[in-house]
């Protein structure tokens, strides 16, 4: 799976970012989609993720309320919708594909990568 992550830049606190997550056909169907995130001198951390059908989501405490994840199989695209944002979101953020429906949040869960892109938040 092919995965190209779009959508980072600037924002001030409280403002709101999207991210989008393209994936090549051939194998975007039946994959869950993920976002993590790598802040400077941190260890990548897992942000969301959203299994095939959609029905299924899964966030990570803190962004719970503030962030959501959809994807729309018709476009092969996820997305990370990004509210009430607050300094310590700034990050790289990774977007990545996994065979597995039901997913826990470990990076070795998930098989593809895509580049990172950047978010900021600061005044």
């Known amino acids: 799976v092919q995965l190209q992550a779009s959508g980072g830049g600037s924002a001030q606190p409280g403002g709101s970012l999207r991210l989008s997550c393209a994936a090549s056909a051939t194998t975007f169907r039946g994959y869950a989609l993920g976002w993590f995130r790598q802040a400077p001198g941190k260890e990548r951390e897992f942000v969301a993720a959203i299994n095939w059908s959609g029905e299924g989501t899964y966030y990570t405490n803190s962004i719970k309320g503030r962030f959501t994840i959809s994807r729309d199989n018709a476009v092969n695209t996820a997305f990370l919708q990004m509210n009430s944002l607050k300094p310590e979101d700034t990050a790289v953020y990774f977007c990545?594909?996994?065979?597995?429906?039901?997913?826990?949040?470990?990076?070795?869960?998930?098989?593809?990568w895509g580049q990172g892109t950047l978010v900021t938040v600061s005044s």
């Open positions: 990545a594909a996994s065979p597995f429906q039901r997913i826990r949040g470990q990076e070795a869960e998930f098989s593809s």
